[in-house]
């Protein structure tokens, strides 16, 4: 899993990366990422992915001091994504449609205090991004619009990696680092400065999925931030109706 939660790309373009082969030009390294997560029939029939899992989020200013938050989040091919997160009695529900997002904020019981926010070019971008990132697995992004860029070897907690870059537009680039002799991811890197780790794992329908991500961010005042996602439970290929990723209205139930 790669919640690291992708840009204007066409839906046929999505839909058709699922099924491309590997062309002449794609690294090496690509295929063995792949090979590593699940073998190539498998991959290309994954259709969707759900993660109940909970984050916990330290204080900045007290790292003790962490809050355990309950997440519900669903990706679907080509270009959906519903995130779900509950903090104290204030629900966010993030939606993609396409080329719609939103995201729905409720606290307390009152349906009626529900808001609807559309959501910007900008964060429709990032979705699509993050809904690609999860669900295709290194290959495609060109077919889509955005780039694969080499960045050469480098040694990661003493592993030997091969850095790559998956550029889905100016703002939104996710840097990885796998294992030069397995495929293994080590390290993501993201273009606003997180860090993500995935620790231990668990194999749902032959895909190989992390059962922690722990992402090292800064806040606006330099502090570090800490949150760690542990993953309780994943679904594999459980299709969503597609009014469950429709823009809603602000006091429907």
């Not at 091919?77 to 104290?88: C, N």
């Not at 990661?156 to 550029?167: L, M, N, T, Y």
């Not at 032959?206 to 922690?212: A, C, D, L, S, Y």
């Not at 005042?221 to 969503?240: F, Y």
Request: glycine residues 6%; positive net charge; proline residues 7%.
């Amino acid at each position: 899993m790669h919640l690291t939660l992708r840009h204007i790309l066409s839906a046929a373009g999505l839909g058709l990366a699922a099924m491309l082969p590997a062309t002449a030009s794609e690294l090496p390294i690509i295929a063995k990422a792949r090979a590593f997560v699940a073998t190539e029939a498998t991959l290309s029939s994954l259709t969707s992915v759900r993660f109940i899992a909970t984050l916990k989020i330290a204080d900045p200013a007290n790292p003790a001091n962490t809050k355990s938050v309950p997440l519900d989040a669903v990706f679907e091919k080509p270009d959906r994504q519903l995130l779900k997160m509950t903090i104290d009695d204030r629900t966010e529900i993030t939606g993609l449609d396409g080329y719609e997002s939103w995201q729905l904020i409720q606290v307390g019981p009152d349906a009626k205090q529900r808001r609807l926010n559309i959501l910007p070019p900008a964060r429709t971008r990032r979705l699509l991004a993050e809904t690609w990132e999860n669900l295709y697995y290194y290959r495609g992004l060109e077919q889509r619009g955005g780039r694969v860029q080499d960045l050469g070897r480098h040694t990661i907690d003493g592993v030997s990696c091969h850095k790559i870059a998956f550029i889905h537009g100016p703002t939104v680039v996710f840097t990885r680092y796998f294992d030069v002799a397995t495929g293994r991811l080590i390290l993501t890197e993201t273009e606003d400065g997180r860090a993500i780790r995935e620790e231990g794992e668990m194999t749902v329908q032959g895909v190989r999925f992390p059962r922690v991500v722990t992402t090292i961010s800064k806040d606006a005042k330099g502090a570090s931030q800490t949150i760690v996602l542990t993953i309780e439970r994943v679904d594999v290929n459980v299709p969503s109706p597609p009014r469950y990723f429709a823009v809603p209205t602000p006091t429907a139930p």
